[in-house]
């Protein structure tokens, strides 16, 4: 296994939730983290909570100017980049007769296009030393939420395009994997104006019992599988669920 210790790795979407979690993980491992998102003041929040480790770079990772200068950042920080975390994503939700082509839009720039794009600007980078570059993909893909095509969707493609750059990008010793998170209560829906934060709580904590481990789980709980698959030297291609067992379908007896 590859050590965390000394690693660079750029997490997109490290202000909150996920990367957040996964930026304080590695951080605390002696990785050098920079964190990227749209609101300065998130990531400042996190990146004081961290210490030196961690670097916060505003910016919209749907531009390509701030993907460059995100890219760039990350490289100063870390002198060069080993892992690309492409976790910033959003959610876009309703019924089909009422969703808009700029919405649909929207996400699929978040949550694949941009993603796909900063991989290939990362490339350069990661194949000095070999590097890792991990996907997030979502239980949506295992279980049907009825009103969720568009946010489906986007985690279905990122769950094919993994194992297509995995078999790309194999001989430059860059390895490209997908963790399946489950229910992790963050900010995903109070973002996208769906929940405040305490229906969003009650209603994911409502969930527990789909799960067969009968809880939700935590940003750590992603963080650790993450962190599996940045350091292990001969996985490539993996969709990896972690998910508590929400993604098996329970069924009552
Ligand atoms: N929580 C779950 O139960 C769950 C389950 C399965 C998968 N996931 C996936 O996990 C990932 C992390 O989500 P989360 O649950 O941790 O939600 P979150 O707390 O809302 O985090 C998502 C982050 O992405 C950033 N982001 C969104 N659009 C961006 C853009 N254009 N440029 C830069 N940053 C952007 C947001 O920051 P700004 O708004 O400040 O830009 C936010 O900090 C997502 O890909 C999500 O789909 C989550």
């Known amino acids: 296994?590859?050590?965390?210790?000394?690693?660079?790795?750029?997490?997109?979407?490290?202000?909150?939730?996920?990367?957040?979690?996964?930026?304080?993980?590695?951080?605390?491992?002696?990785?050098?983290?920079?964190?990227?998102?749209?609101?300065?003041?998130?990531?400042?929040?996190?990146?004081?909570?961290?210490?030196?480790?961690?670097?916060?770079?505003?910016?919209?990772?749907?531009?390509?100017?701030?993907?460059?200068?995100?890219?760039?950042?990350a490289v100063r920080h870390g002198g060069g980049l080993q892992a690309l975390i492409n976790n910033a994503g959003n959610m876009y939700r309703g019924p089909i007769t009422a969703l808009t082509q700029d919405k649909l839009l929207e996400v699929f720039n978040a949550n694949v296009i941009s993603g796909m794009l900063l991989t290939g600007l990362a490339v350069p980078h990661l194949a000095r030393d070999g590097g890792a570059v991990i996907f997030i993909g979502s239980v949506h893909t295992r279980r049907a939420f009825p009103g969720a095509s568009p946010y489906a969707a986007t985690k279905g493609a990122v769950e094919a395009l993994t194992k297509v750059l995995a078999a790309e990008l194999g001989e430059q010793r860059i390895r490209v994997n997908c963790v399946v998170p489950g229910a992790v209560f963050t900010e995903i829906n109070q973002r996208a104006g769906l929940f405040d934060d305490e229906t969003a709580r009650k209603r994911l904590e409502g969930m527990a019992g789909l799960h067969a481990l009968r809880r939700i789980g935590s940003p750590t709980e992603i963080a650790e599988a993450i962190a599996y698959l940045c350091c292990a030297e001969w996985t490539t291609g993996a969709v990896v669920d972690v998910d508590g067992g929400l993604g098996l379908g329970l069924t009552a007896g």
Do not use: P
Request: aromatic content about 2%.
């Open 1 to 73: 296994m590859r050590d965390i210790a000394g690693m660079s790795v750029l997490i997109t979407g490290g202000g909150s939730g996920l990367g957040a979690g996964t930026a304080q993980y590695f951080a605390a491992r002696g990785a050098r983290v920079t964190i990227c998102g749209r609101r300065a003041d998130k990531l400042a929040a996190v990146s004081e909570r961290i210490g030196g480790r961690c670097h916060a770079v505003a910016g919209d990772i749907t531009l390509g100017a701030d993907r460059e200068r995100i890219v760039a950042e």
